[in-house]
DNA sequence: AGAAGGACCAGTGGTCCGTA
DNA sequence: AGAAGGACCAGTGGTCCGTA
């Protein structure tokens, strides 16, 4: 019976499309595939950078039909795999990625589309009289999900915040350390670790306050800062300050570690 | 076994006089009174506030001795009462409060009180480099607790927060009701309830955005909105308006409920 | 191996209701 | 009755680790 999914998207004011889509999903046999489950208006740009089929030879449905691995063949029953999203790699800007894998624009894209699905969650609160979010919250990812972006979640969000947070702050170093990453063939581990010490730096000149950096970014502040960013900031502070962390905050201007 | 206690407090840096007393409050038997566990720095306010002994005979020792209520006679062994605060009373501003009752003025106080610990919470938290609240969370109260102000909690400050946004906001209206309600005989409860009306009225004029008047006040906005009151906002500005709901914010300054 | 995300967990905001 | 506050509860931020 489909009547859950479909109770809890009807008091959403969601497209018939996505309800229409999820209903599908539940029919699936409680799996559904990702592709099916996404929906609404954002279903267009994951499509664009989903360049399937290099290696497959099904010609994908757009509604039906899983997006079968070689191993699986089970694809005429009621049981679809467990779709997740494809991996992130490393791409330069603007640059699609190809087989089964999606590029760092679509990553930042998903950032994107968290603060559109805030902003509605704001709208709704304020018109409730409700207390209104500021940040990306546990709220915000159920809507989205409710929604039908149901490639949204938030370990994978959280994970690669201050990599948005690099993006945001400061674009030409971003796209700097993603052309030089893919040039040495790094693996999206190593790009993502290498994100860290970039925003450290900035942090420095800013008085080693990560949260004011974030904050006074529109796009960031949304974001909850991550815990080992502001780890790292603690150390890196305590260290350049070269004396006991009692001294701290105040010593912004004199020592550049970049 | 005393350890437990001592040891919580003993990472706070507390001083030893309120580890002290926490022994004290835990051999006694798992009560303890709060007039024992109340320690630190804080502790003389609180005694100045606390005039007893209009009806009864026991003088009070400072730090043993319960303050008994004549039903319970059991002052020799180690059981102690579990005492209470003294209920409020509505006092005039100035006013000390008589008998085994509260004033006002030490109701607003305990607000500031929790303010100090929350700027010790931040500084703490910033020097170690770890996130750092903007309002009073329960990890204040705790600290507070564990600073030994064990008469702060939870459920008292949040119960009382309207009240004391509207002696932040407008003393001089607050000061009146209190004056008003004393006069008439009415009970903390009443002049609780009436607390609610002029808040309102406030909210009315800033575009019926509450959380912006308590954020527009740097000893408010530490405080988070109780419920209620953003409630009474959301009614009367769906009344106020006289149309639809979806209108809303913008009339702010057209119509005057008050 | 590298990576995506379900699901868990400690501690939160909120306040009810057994207590005095 | 009026009031103080221990203690509970649903939903949070955070992220581990079983999964693919």
């Known amino acids: 019976d489909t009547s859950i999914a479909v109770d809890a ?4 004011g969601l497209s018939e499309e996505a309800v229409q889509q999820e209903r599908d999903a539940a029919v699936s046999g409680g799996g559904g595939t990702w592709e099916i489950a996404v929906g609404g208006g954002k279903k267009k740009i994951r499509r ?3 360049q399937k089929k290099v290696v497959e030879v ?4 757009e509604l039906e039909g899983g997006d079968d691995d070689d191993e699986n063949g089970d694809t005429g029953g009621g049981c679809y795999e467990r779709q997740r999203e ?3 790699i490393v791409t330069e800007p603007g640059e699609v990625a190809r087989g089964k894998k999606n590029g760092l624009d679509y990553l930042f894209h998903l950032y994107e589309q968290c603060r559109e699905f805030l902003i509605q969650v704001q709208n709704i609160a304020k018109e409730r009289g409700e207390k209104c979010p500021t940040k990306v919250t546990n709220q915000v990812f159920r809507y989205a999900k409710k929604a039908g972006a149901s490639y949204i979640n938030k370990p994978k969000m959280r994970h690669y915040v201050h990599c948005y947070a690099l993006h945001c702050l400061d674009e030409e170093a971003s796209n700097a350390l993603r052309r030089a990453f893919k040039a040495r063939g790094e693996n999206v581990g190593a790009w993502r670790q290498a994100c860290y010490k970039p925003l ?6 800013q008085g080693w306050d990560v949260d004011a950096v974030f904050n006074a970014h529109p796009r960031l502040a949304i974001w909850y800062v991550p815990t080992k960013l ?3 900031c603690h150390l890196e502070r305590n260290n350049a300050t070269g004396s006991s962390p009692i001294s701290g905050i105040a010593n912004n201007s ?3 570690l970049y």
Chains 1, 2 share one sequence.
């Open 9 to 12: 998207l009807s008091q959403e």
């Open 48 to 50: 664009r950078k989903g």
């Open 58 to 61: 099904d010609e994908e449905d």
């Open 86 to 88: 494809h991996p992130f």
């Open 200 to 205: 450290v730096a900035i942090a420095a000149h």
């Open 230 to 232: 502001r780890q790292l």
């Open 254 to 256: 004199a020592i550049c």
